[in-house]
């Protein structure tokens, strides 16, 4: 059974830096690209970011370009987001979620989440 | 930026059928897939590849595609069903991943 946890949310006062993680287990990490997506309270879903299977690649929206940094470690079997230089607008649940690893980018799985506030 | 646009909210009767758009001017040339969020959880992938659906889901769900329009059907809506729905698709470049703003499904 796939399996995808998220942790190290949190309270941050903005400017401030935290690292989220995102453990995997029931499927072969270094086989899949990797998704962070998030969502403001009351609001939609947003893509955040993405690595591929072996972490050479990322890619970023602009929302958070030069501020977070995906990454990922196939030893330890898990997904990171560094957000660095935190807004208040980046308060939201954070999910990690697993691609399909067929045809266009999509998620099949997705971890429960993790909330990060971003506050005085 | 690009853009996917849904209907903010769309209310059916129980055993009806609800239909729920996403428009975008690249989803003539790019898959759509869709999810199910109820309160609280995590979302669900319902149909992916405009009209296919994962296992598990159950067949009234469907999905099929006009131009740049898609649409996500539910056929005979039951209790159940009441949740936010979110369509995905990749922009024009294949650079990144875009969800449309979301779509609440109200079972009246």
């Known amino acids: 059974e796939v399996q995808l946890v998220e942790s190290g949310g949190g309270l941050v006062q903005p400017g401030g830096s935290l690292r989220l993680s995102c453990a995997v287990s029931?499927?072969?990490?270094?086989?899949?690209?990797m998704h962070w997506v998030r969502q403001p309270p009351g609001k939609g879903l947003v893509w955040v970011s993405r690595i591929n299977s072996d972490g050479s690649s990322t890619t970023y929206a602009d929302s958070v370009k030069g501020r977070f940094i995906i990454s990922r470690d196939s030893a330890k079997n898990t997904l990171y987001l560094q957000m660095n230089s935190l807004r208040g607008e980046d308060t939201a649940v954070y999910y990690c979620?697993?691609?399909?690893?067929?045809?266009?980018?999509?998620?099949?799985?997705w971890g429960q989440g993790t909330m990060v506030t971003v506050s005085p | 930026s690009y853009e996917l646009t849904q209907p903010p909210s769309v209310s059916v009767s129980p055993g009806q059928t609800a239909r729920i758009t996403c428009s975008g001017d690249?989803?003539?040339?790019?898959?759509v897939y869709w999810y199910q969020q109820r309160p609280g959880q995590a979302p669900l992938l319902v149909i992916f590849?405009?009209?296919e659906r994962p296992s598990g889901i159950p067949e009234r769900f469907s999905g099929s595609t006009s131009g740049t329009t898609v649409t996500l059907t539910i056929t005979g809506v039951q209790a159940e069903d009441e949740a936010d729905y979110y369509c995905q698709s990749g922009d024009s470049s294949g650079n990144y991943e875009v969800f449309g703003g979301g779509t609440k499904l109200t079972v009246l």
């Open positions: 979620a697993r691609d399909a690893g067929v045809g266009a980018p999509h998620f099949p799985h």
């Open positions: 690249a989803l003539s040339k790019h898959y």
């Open positions: 590849q405009d009209t």
């Open positions: 029931g499927f072969t990490f270094n086989r899949y690209w």
